[in-house]
């Protein structure tokens, strides 16, 4: 898998830049801080940054050995034996800890007495806790008079997808570092780095569309490169159909002038030819907003509208149909039910 494979493995290789300017200054700093809060959707990097931190803090053969006093990089060498084992998920010193499935007192509890033990094998004792905006309100508590004071050689770095949830006497004991959503740059620096390692020859205009369709996610981005090069879709309109970004006609447009029978047809054909209709009700669903904001005057001009209340039935059948792929058995079929209610509904007004 391309998102396994091409994790992050250095500093370097953080492709969104704010996060990684952040920790690099941080891992050249004088002295280190103790508890982090890594925020940002999913996705984005902030487990791989997790790890590349507690590698290069327990790294040997860094800036960060006691042996190699003339070494100035923090970057981990990610082949001394520490590297290793962290990339493995081998090492005494480095615990990762998910949050929703350990949130109460006494998982919290045994974390803090864990923390209070000195390094077995590097220099530092790491605590990764994902999700950890699912800590109980008991749990945060416990937590709090540790994170403050926590022993000199224990670092603890809490990720969440949810900043919200985390109290503000948490919030205000951690360092933030905030990943946000990774940008279409970032992302295409990201899938072009896959390409040159996989030999891929594939144009930039394709990778931003790639991009785009990545809802800001790292992981997706390379999921969805890798599923495109299994499939053998490469070309710019084969990418596009598969998308759901119909060059030649619209789903839309058939919606809009044409009799059901049509639109069935279209896509039955669309699913043949390996459209995703996940993609494609995305789409739909981001035109019809399109076409909203243009009944109230507000953005760009379509080439056709349906009323507002045609807008307004199309967007609640297409969400229904998004809502129930996933327990689909048939993929097509919520999408044929919600064009089916949109024909039937439209005419008996
Ligand atoms: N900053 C990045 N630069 C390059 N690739 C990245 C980056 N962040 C993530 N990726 C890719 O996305 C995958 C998932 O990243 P990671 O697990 O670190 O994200 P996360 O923020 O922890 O997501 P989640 O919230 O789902 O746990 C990685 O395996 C890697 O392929
Ligand atoms: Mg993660
Ligand atoms: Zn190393």
Not at 202 to 213: F, R
């Amino acid at each position: 898998m391309y998102y396994l494979t091409y994790r992050p493995k250095t500093i370097e290789e953080i492709d969104n830049v704010a996060p990684r300017e952040i920790i690099k200054k941080i891992l050249e700093g004088k002295s280190l801080p103790h508890a982090f809060l890594f925020v940002g959707q999913k996705g984005t990097g902030k487990t791989s940054t997790a790890r590349i931190f507690a590698k290069s803090v327990n790294c040997l053969s860094n800036s960060f050995s006691k042996s190699h006093h003339t070494q100035k990089s923090v970057e981990p060498c990610n082949s001394c034996a520490h590297c290793k084992s962290i990339d493995k998920s081998s090492f005494p010193d480095v615990v990762e800890m998910d949050a929703a499935s350990n949130r109460g007192i006494n998982e919290i509890k045994s974390l803090i007495k864990e923390s209070s033990f000195l390094p077995i094998a590097g220099s530092y004792r790491i605590f990764i806790i994902d999700e950890a905006h699912m800590i109980t309100s008991d749990g945060f508590n416990a937590l709090l008079k540790t994170l403050e004071e926590p022993s000199p050689t224990v670092i603890f770095i809490l990720a969440t997808t949810n900043m919200e949830k985390v109290p503000k006497t948490v919030l205000s004991r951690c360092i933030p570092v905030v990943f946000g959503k990774a940008k279409k740059d970032e992302l295409v620096h990201m899938l072009q780095r896959i390409c040159r390692e996989e030999k891929l020859n594939i144009s930039k205009e394709i990778l931003e569309i790639i991009a785009q369709h990545s809802e800001g996610s790292f992981r997706d981005a390379a999921k969805l490169l890798e599923e495109l090069v299994i499939l053998n879709r490469l070309k710019e309109d084969e990418i596009k159909s598969y998308l759901g970004i119909r060059s030649k006609e619209n789903l839309l447009g058939i919606l809009h002038a044409k009799p059901i029978s049509e639109a069935l047809v279209w896509i039955d054909e669309f699913i043949h030819t390996g459209g995703s209709t996940k993609n494609l009700i995305e789409e739909l669903l981001s035109q019809l907003h399109l076409m909203l904001l243009e009944k109230h005057k507000v953005g760009v001009k379509m080439p056709f509208s349906f009323s507002l209340q045609e807008i307004m039935l199309l967007m609640k059948v297409l969400s229904e149909a998004y809502n129930s792929l996933r327990h689909s058995p048939l993929e097509s079929i919520p999408l044929e039910m919600a064009v089916v209610e949109f024909y039937s509904k439209r005419s008996e007004k």
